[in-house]
């Protein structure tokens, strides 16, 4: 049975991929990990056991972990916005 277990194991998203995509500082690749994990048939198990260990960070389960907290995305690094940006006013030519 162990060896079953190995082999589903080795077939899961997150042993198949690069291991640093679900640790990843850019948003762009932790949303390619949450895509990965969509149809994982563990996905739900292993987002219950990441709560019950309070992981710090990471994608577990298909949800992004920052700070210990479960949140929608990750911004980019940088400054955020003090005014809406506004669009530039069309040109008509003539």
């Known amino acids: 049975m162990a060896a079953i277990d190995d082999f589903v194991a080795d ?4 042993r198949r991929a690069d291991p ?3 640790f990843a500082e850019s948003p762009d690749r932790l ?17 219950d056991a990441a709560l019950d260990r309070a992981e710090p960070w990471g994608v ?14 990750k911004r980019s690094r940088g ?15 003539a």
């Not at 577990?60 to 995305?73: H, T």
């Not at 955020?80 to 669009?87: F, G, H, L, S």
């Open 11 to 14: 077939q899961l998203p997150c």
């Open 20 to 22: 640093d995509l679900w």
């Open 31 to 47: 949303e390619r990990a949450k895509q990965l994990c969509a149809h994982c048939p563990i996905r739900s198990g292993c987002l």
């Open 60 to 73: 577990w389960g298909g949800e992004i972990f920052d700070q210990g907290v479960v949140i929608a995305r």
């Open 79 to 93: 400054r955020p916005r003090k005014n809406p940006v506004t669009p530039a006013p069309s040109v008509v030519c």
